[in-house]
T-cell receptor
Framework: GQNIDQPTEMTATEGAIVQINCTYQ??????LFWYQQHAGEAPTFLSY??LDGLEEKGRFSSFLSRSKGYSYLLLKELQMKDSASYLC??????????WGAGTKLIIKP | DVKVTQSSRYLVKRTGEKVFLECVQD?????MFWYRQDPGLGLRLIYF???????EKGDIPEGYSVSREKKERFSLILESASTNQTSMYLC????????????FGDGTRLSIL
């Protein structure tokens, strides 16, 4: 079966760095997406990786290793507004998105 | 900016009712999707559409149907609502292409009593 694993919840301190991991087992791979979802709001697109390596976008970076079925989202200089759920999703061989359950990130002052 | 609009933020219906959830996007996207989101689970795809009048079943289509008569509008229909369909329903749209991100509406929190 297809599976996306993420930690359920993480806690970090304002101003620090946090890494949210995502491992996947899917039938084929056509890219990996990260989304942010604040409570009660729509998911919003953060990043897309299809090749191995690190993609940097401001305070947020996303890394992919296709051989290991592994990605992480790195958030630097954490701000209180970064408190949200972070969703990992993999596009499989049928071009369907398979979603993880999301990681709830709690930022403490 | 892409705007995906869902007709209701909150909706309460009774078991056995026929329920319509509407979704409209304003960016001429080819693809549209309906998901449900439940605590502790990833988004689950109900139906999707790649073109007008075209629909494909997702992972959990049972008890649902869809309609896409116009490119900008994708409707989800609960034929006979049941309590296990109480959930958050999210509509999304995207351009064609595997690298294109999906853009989501704010969701409809549906309660079936």
């Amino acid at each position: 079966g297809q599976n996306i694993d993420q930690p359920t919840e993480m806690t970090a301190t304002e101003g620090a760095i946090v890494q949210i991991n995502c491992t996947y087992q899917t039938s084929g791979f056509n890219g990996l997406f990260w989304y942010q979802q604040h409570a009660g709001e729509a998911p919003t697109f953060l990043s897309y990786n299809v090749l191995d390596g690190l993609e940097e976008k401001g305070r947020f970076s996303s890394f992919l290793s296709r051989s290991k079925g592994y990605s992480y989202l790195l958030l630097k200089e954490l701000q209180m507004k970064d408190s949200a759920s972070y969703l990992c999703a993999v596009m499989d061989s049928n071009y369907q998105l398979i979603w993880g359950a999301g990681t709830k990130l709690i930022i403490k002052p | 900016d892409v705007k995906v609009t869902q007709s209701s933020r909150y909706l309460v219906k009774r078991t056995g009712e026929k329920v319509f959830l509407e979704c409209v996007q304003d960016m001429d996207h080819e693809n549209m999707f309906w998901y449900r989101q439940d605590p502790g689970l990833g988004l689950r795809l109900i139906y999707f559409s790649y073109d007008v009048k075209m629909k494909e079943k997702g992972d959990i289509p049972e008890g649902y149907s869809v309609s896409r008569e116009k490119k900008e509008r994708f409707s989800l229909i609960l034929e006979s609502a049941s309590t296990n369909q109480t959930s958050m329903y999210l509509c999304a749209s995207s351009l064609a292409g595997e690298s294109q991100p999906q853009h989501f509406g704010d969701g409809t929190r549906l309660s079936i009593l």
